[in-house]
């Protein structure tokens, strides 16, 4: 098996459809997540197997994941945004204002999105107007746009290298 027979399967369910409503642009999530669903039972998968091998492709495997997720902090995703998930690229967007108090929190939303999503590849300030700017008349970094790589599944990566 490819995630823990403890697994409450109607967890991995919706969290998939929460992934595909974040990564399907066109279309019904809901539809293309149970297609993907069906192809696998045409394979002589159970649906409850299919499942767990769409959720260990798509997001992972739910044992290491949870684990993660019982030793992190809740806020860590407080003020980010997943804003743009594409195929090979995904953006997400944290407001830092006031700057430096909040990079602790930055350090967390970047050490999760490498968890959730993939390799971080840019982080590009939103310099403007702050709370400060009125009394001082600077600008500040008023958040970061983080970019990332998707992670893809190896199923995906060998078929890539096939083609």
């Known amino acids: 098996m490819l995630v823990g027979e403890s697994v409450d399967v109607q967890k991995l369910y919706d969290a998939l459809l929460r992934y595909y409503r974040v990564a399907t642009f066109w279309g019904d999530p809901r539809a293309k997540l149970e297609s ?8 002589e998968l159970t649906r409850e197997e299919a499942i767990k091998r769409l959720f ?4 992972g495997d739910y044992r290491v994941l949870a684990e993660r997720r ?3 902090p809740p806020e860590i995703l407080e003020g980010a945004r997943l804003v743009y998930a594409g195929r090979r ?3 997400v967007y944290v407001e830092l204002d006031p700057f430096f108090e909040n990079l602790p929190r930055l350090g967390r939303v970047l050490d999760e999105v490498e968890e959730r999503y993939g390799e971080v590849v840019a982080a590009i300030p939103n310099v403007g107007a702050v709370a400060t700017t009125l009394f001082t008349g600077i600008s500040g970094v008023k958040g970061v746009a ?3 790589k998707l992670r893809r599944s190896e199923a995906e ?3 890539e290298q096939a083609g």
Request: glycine fraction near 12%; charged fraction near 30%.
């Open 89 to 91: 690229f995904g953006v």
């Open 146 to 148: 983080i970019v990332f």
């Open 157 to 159: 990566q060998k078929g």
């Open 70 to 72: 019982g030793s992190a």
């Open 36 to 43: 993907d669903i069906a192809k696998l039972v045409e394979r």
């Open 56 to 59: 260990a492709e798509k997001i």
